[in-house]
């Protein structure tokens, strides 16, 4: 294999992995957070705008971590430094 | 694929660029600033009032109510730059329903721009409502020992609100480029109301995660309770 296939599969894994792994836990987290935001809602229904407010923001907020993990994933498919540098140097030989 | 607007480029001249971030940005700002002064140039103050003089005073009124409830007394100060803030965001995502328009918040240098308009901002406001040697000391608290992570925090959190912005825009894009590849009929318009909704709540997120910042910077030493405390991500 020469280093070309080598960038290429580490990167197209570690997207995967990245991508895989990141999710599990801003969904662990939101699911708590809406399990807890529900039954928060039942007890006092009348607190139902700030719950949802804080619950939204509260939401985005794990959801961002996510989206990190979207961004490196994205990053190493589409705009690979690694890959970019390698192909520059292969086009200049 | 493109990841970003920044990569469509329009027309060149030597160094200078014109990407279609930079042109979508101004198209915004031009179509934002003269839809208000077009609004704004026969206000009543009558009962009878133009429809769309009572859509900007339901935005501005909504605006500085949220502003309130985030903790900062006066909102008519900060609703320069929080409306302003909002109002791009929130303009700036909805327009995807606009076929052929690329959202420039999903392009990092326009996030970033913003995000550090806030960097920027918050110590500005904070000094203003509390001198500078009251401002300076908060980032000392509790102890001095704590000096360096509040400064990390500051820049962490900057970087954060940017690259939440540019990731959610971004991916809201690129799914759609995904599906469109693999089951062009539904599920995209499914997928973009999705988009229009996301957009909307970055939006709000970004412009109360700036309020929040504004209000931990301006509240000095007052004795906090557990229930303010500062959120951060």
């Known amino acids: ?93 | 694929m493109r990841l970003s607007p920044d990569e469509m480029i329009l027309w060149r001249d030597g160094f200078f660029k014109l990407n279609a971030t930079i042109v979508y940005t101004w198209a915004l700002m031009f179509a934002l600033t003269v839809g208000s002064t077009l609004v704004t140039r026969n206000l009543s103050l009558g009962l009878a009032r133009s429809r769309w003089q009572n859509l900007l005073e339901i935005i501005v009124a909504g605006i500085a109510k949220q502003i309130e409830d985030v903790g900062l007394r006066h909102p008519k100060k900060y609703l320069g730059f929080l409306g302003t803030l909002f109002l791009f965001v929130a303009s700036a995502n909805l327009c995807t329903i606009i076929p052929g328009y690329e959202p420039p918040t999903g392009s990092l240098s326009t996030t970033a721009a913003l995000a550090l308009c806030v960097l920027v901002a918050v110590p500005l406001f904070g000094i203003e409502e509390q001198g500078i040697g009251e401002y300076l000391k908060t980032y000392t608290e509790p102890t001095i020992i704590m000096l360096p992570f509040n400064i990390i925090s500051e820049l962490s959190r900057t970087l954060a609100l940017a690259v939440r912005l540019f990731g959610n825009m971004m991916s809201g894009t690129m799914i759609l480029a995904i599906l469109l590849t693999i089951t062009p009929f539904v599920f995209p318009i499914v997928m973009s109301a999705l988009g229009l909704l996301t957009g909307m709540v970055q939006a709000y997120i970004f412009t109360i995660l700036a309020a929040v910042y504004i209000a931990a910077a301006t509240r000095g030493r007052e004795p906090r309770t557990e229930t303010d405390t500062p959120m951060d991500s």
């Not at chain 1, 719950?51 to 985005?60: E, K, N």
Request: with cysteine; proline share 3%; charged share 10%.
């Open chain 1, 1 to 93: 294999m020469d280093n070309a296939t080598l960038i290429a599969i580490a990167s197209i894994v570690t997207a995967g992995l990245t991508i895989a792994l990141g999710s599990i836990g801003p969904a662990l987290g939101e699911g708590r957070a809406v399990a807890t935001a529900l039954s928060s809602l039942a007890q006092q229904p009348d607190a139902a705008t700030t719950i949802t407010r804080t619950l939204f923001v509260g939401l985005a907020m794990i959801e961002s971590i996510a989206i990190y993990c979207f961004v490196v994933s994205m990053i190493l498919i589409f705009a690979n430094p690694f890959w970019t540098h390698f192909v520059a140097e292969a086009a200049g030989k």
